[in-house]
C-alpha cells in the first residue's frame, strides 16, 4: 500500500523547473538511441544543483519521463 502512495505521490515532489528545461534539452540534443542532457547546462539554466537535477531526471525516468536518455556532466 505505501508503495501504491508513493508512485501517486513522487511526480508531485518532481522540481518543474528542472524539468522543463530538461525537456527543452531533451527535445534540442540529436535524436539517437540516447539523446544527451548535460547536467551543468541544465544546472546553470535552473539554478538547482548538478545532483538536485540528476535525481529529477531519474525519478521522472521511473515513471516514464525521458526514455532511453543520457546524462552527461
Do not use: H, W
Amino acid at each position: 500500500m505505501f508503495q501504491l502512495l508513493e508512485k501517486q505521490i513522487q511526480p508531485l515532489s518532481l522540481n518543474f523547473k528542472v524539468l522543463e528545461v530538461a525537456y527543452e534539452l531533451y527535445l534540442q540534443a540529436p535524436q539517437s538511441d540516447s539523446p544527451l542532457i548535460n547536467l551543468k547546462e541544465l544546472a546553470q539554466k535552473t539554478n538547482a544543483s548538478v545532483f538536485d537535477c540528476r535525481n529529477t531526471i531519474v525519478t521522472a525516468n521511473k515513471i516514464g519521463k525521458f526514455p532511453n536518455c543520457s546524462l552527461s556532466c
